[in-house]
């Protein structure tokens, strides 16, 4: 190869490796381009939707001084609630009501016919849902205490709406009716509540509390469905606890009905949990009086030996582990202390007369109790 061959093809290489640089600076221009321009349509649609958003959460009108009468229907959920605020006017965008209160972890909206303006931004309107600053009073209330039992409940509920008693009851335990109920609350209401061994499925559900209703007559199931949203947002509060605990909802009512039946006032419901918790443990049997009653279907005042033979899954002389169910409502102090029992020794406890427990760890110290505060009083 001559001297300028060898040039011209150096030349030809140059060349190539000019035209590269060019096409590869052409290439990193238009990439950066492109990656610029999409840049700028995220900035563009991320910055639109937060002022969509933010805009969606003001009021409708601000200067409006015009109040509109919104009905919020017993069980009504967020997506209900957003498209009937929408439909009055009320707020600007049911699904963006939707996702705030879901955001913000709101709940606990109370049924009823509200008063509401234009002028009203979403927080505002979330507040007066929350705390319940209707336009009417409430027709009449029911409360229903703590440690009833669903029979008791139903006797409740028809005396306050006029109904018969046997009628209440019966609604409450069709089966149909429960497994509307459980379309409805799935997150509280599984499978476990119709197990073949449980005596009445809402047993423990229907939550402890005074319930005000705004018309007339209400209808069982508007009732009950109050009652299993109170339910429903009480352990909302206990969701990760219960987790940690390992505990269903059925199985988390279910101690926390046990403790309920056994404290008194003076009661101290951790202890009495970490005794039922220690027994477990060991695989002793709970022996719990209230349990044995519930299986017979009475309210005794003492409980006898004969009574302990009584033959039933909810008898807890003769079975070992939980109930198949809870044998009665309870309140928030019982469900905590199901979930956060104190850490104790204890595998025994004793009502006194006056109210008192006493806990005992051994059977002979127990017996000694017994013998000293219940057996030498009569």
Known sequence: MTTNEKGNKKNVIRQKMIEQHYEAKLVRKIVLMISICLLL?????GGGGYLYIQSALKPVDAKSKTHKTVDIPIGSSVTGIGERLEKNGIIKNAKVFKYYVKLKNEGGFMAGKYQLSPSMDVPEI????????????????????????????????????????????NKLNDKQFIKSLMSKYPDILTDEILHSTVKYPLEGYL????????????????MVMAMLDKTRIVLTDYTEKSKEKKLSIHQLLTMASLVEEEATGKADRKTIASVFYNRLKQGMPLQTDPTVLYAQGK???KVYYKDLEVNSPYNTYKNTGLPPG???NSGRDSIE????????????????????????????????KKAEYISNKK
């Not at 349509?41 to 649609?45: A, E, R, S, V």
């Not at 319940?132 to 409740?156: M, N, R, S």
């Not at 939550?207 to 508007?222: G, M, Q, R, S």
Request: net charge neutral; aromatic share 10%.
């Open 41 to 45: 349509l995220i900035i563009l649609i």
């Open 126 to 169: 979330v507040s007066r849902l929350k705390t319940g600053k209707v336009l009417a009073g409430a027709t009449f209330k029911i409360t229903i205490p703590e440690g009833k039992q669903l029979k008791e409940i139903a006797g409740i509920m028809a005396k306050a709406t006029h109904q018969n008693e046997a009628d209440v009851f």
């Open 207 to 222: 939550y402890p509390a005074t319930y005000p209703f705004y018309k007339p007559n209400p209808t069982v199931e508007e």
């Open 299 to 301: 309210h005794k005042e």
């Open 326 to 328: 809870p044998i009665a």
């Open 337 to 368: 202390a199901a979930l956060e029992p104190n850490q104790t020794d204890y595998y025994y406890f004793l009502a006194t007369a006056d109210g008192s427990v006493i806990f005992t760890k051994t059977l002979a110290e127990h017996n000694q």
